[in-house]
């Protein structure tokens, strides 16, 4: 149940952020620029983000939708880090959210703990 909570909410925070992205709203078109991309980018990175949420949300493709997350966030991370944001709150976000990713993961499939060599049997 915890699992399924945590990937909802982390799923309407990841279309929170795709979006905007997807449909060229300034206020993210603005903070793409800012970052350093040029604006006809905005609607790119926005379906990456589409795509590997939902192969995040199905079932069957649920590690390999994390392991896209996984590395969409750690290009936000890049970017950050290159635009010379916080450290706090801007660059580590996309590690804080990308353990809440896996901890949702773990918790829907708690069998790939085995497979990380976390638990036995």
Do not use: Q
């Not at 909802?8 to 952020?17: E, I, K, T, V, Y």
């Not at 905007?20 to 206020?27: E, R, T, Y």
């Not at 392991?67 to 450290?87: E, F, I, Q, S």
């Amino acid at each position: 149940m915890a699992g399924a909570v945590l990937t909802a909410l982390l799923g309407l925070f990841f279309a929170f952020d795709a979006i905007p992205k997807i449909l060229g709203v300034p206020f993210a078109r603005e903070g793409t620029e800012a970052l350093g991309f040029s604006p006809d980018k905005t609607a790119v990175i926005g379906w990456v983000l589409l795509v590997c949420l939902a192969v995040f949300l199905l079932p069957r493709t649920a590690v390999l939708g994390a392991l896209g997350l996984t590395a969409y966030l750690g290009g936000a991370v890049t970017m950050n880090l290159h635009a010379d944001k916080p450290l706090a709150g801007f660059v580590l976000s996309g590690v804080y959210v990308g353990v809440l990713v896996w901890i949702a993961l773990i918790l829907r499939r708690p069998e790939l703990l085995r497979v990380l060599g976390v638990r036995r049997r």
